[in-house]
């Protein structure tokens, strides 16, 4: 039964139904006793619903998320880096000592690209009582490296593992103790938690013959913990959601954000379908790329994405070992809403302010014969051709830097004659002039010989 869920509108009877068969029908493929789901979309939780032995509420029952987990240790590490304490190209060492990897730095633990092996030394760690950090460094020396620092892709838990304890040594507290008041407290999230609290579901493995259920055990993973332990709800990964979409004061800005979504490594067998930025995976669908994570721990699948152009998210929990397509499942769920409720665009509103520095480049300019249009939107000066936008820039101090593209970074110089009127445009050595190959322009300075 769907849910009534919170102050927004919630979605239409017949998407709810379509969104209830989309998750029913992966709970009787993938042979799941229970999924839950929830949809956000404008920062409300709009549709949430389970199918299957759900033990309770669907949108308050509690399933271990996994290494949903390493996004907020790694939006605690960028709360260290904004503040000053620590610099991504810091290394290991530089807080730790002289542990294994410890020449390998914060940015390439954060993007999966430290070469460092996936898994750490020992019994299964995500099935065995948890080690002390001690314990832990002095079981992996940094011998067992599969690849060299920075060559590509290779996921990696333990790196996680050390992430938690740099967030440990530099605060002074543990890395669940930071998880709780710098993240879960300003965000509101109380029914995240280290282990299960309330009602929960109990993960399970399922025989791939027989179909029975056998219980998976909730063991406290230790040092490991920041790599996979915490367990949530649907309702608060769905306000999780909406801070990854929209940033909060207390915790990390918009801007820290979208820092951490540029792609920073990826495998070539992934080709342009998947990569990964500082903490987050990103995978190719819904308006473009969802960014996110999945998680899986014994007896439990979890997964959480945003879709930041739609300014939807997608949160799905099964208890069981395998049998839900995390990745697949997120995006189903995420194109069911936008096929039955279209996403409305921001509505345009006339520009106000126009600055008067950016006035007279407003315009038809040709690079060479090719005819290119600026116009101010918003607060930007955007540069169309053929109707397609193919640069952005901003006013910083003064200067038009770009802000997306081939011109990001780049400045956009504004060359006056001596009247103050417009006489070309300078992108990075690429002359733009009112008229095609204006022969008062530098290079071609007119039509080219030849």
Known sequence: MTLPVGPASPVEPLTARRLLATIARTQVSGRVPSIVAGLVRDGDLVWCDGFGEVPGDPADTQYKIGSITKTLTAVLILQLVDEGALA????VGSVLGD???ADRT????????????????????????????????????????????GEQFHYTNLAYGLLGEIVARLRGDTWWANVQTRILTPLGMPRTSYQAEGVHAQGTSINSFSGEATDEPHPDTGAMAPAGQLWSTVTDLATYCTFLLNGHPEVLSREWLETAYIPQSGALSSGLASGHGLGFQMHRGGSGTLVGHTGSMPGFVATCFVDRLRRTGVVAFANAMTGLPATGLATA???ELEASE????????PSTGVPDSVRD??????????????????????VRKDGV???????RDGELVGTAGYQLG?????????????????????????????????????????
């Open 88 to 91: 991504l190209e810091d290394t």
């Open 99 to 101: 542990i294994g990897y």
């Open 106 to 149: 914060i940015r390439s633990l954060l993007a999966h690209n430290s070469g460092m092996q996936a898994e750490p030394n020992g019994s299964w760690w995500e099935r065995s009582p948890g080690l002390t950090f001690d314990d832990l460094a002095a079981a992996n020396d940094g011998s067992d490296a599969v690849l060299p620092a």
């Open 333 to 335: 769920l995420l194109e």
């Open 342 to 349: 279209p996403t409305l665009p921001t509505p345009w509103r």
């Open 361 to 382: 480049v407003l315009g038809v300019w040709h690079w060479g014969p090719t005819m290119f249009v600026f116009s101010w939107e918003g607060d930007e000066l955007v």
């Open 389 to 395: 936008v193919g640069y952005r820039y901003r006013l």
């Open 410 to 450: 780049e400045t956009l110089r504004v060359v006056r004659n001596d009247d103050g009127s417009v006489n070309h445009l300078n992108l990075a050595t690429f002359i733009f002039t009112r008229a095609p190959y204006d022969p008062q322009a530098p290079i071609p300075g007119g039509l080219p010989q030849g």
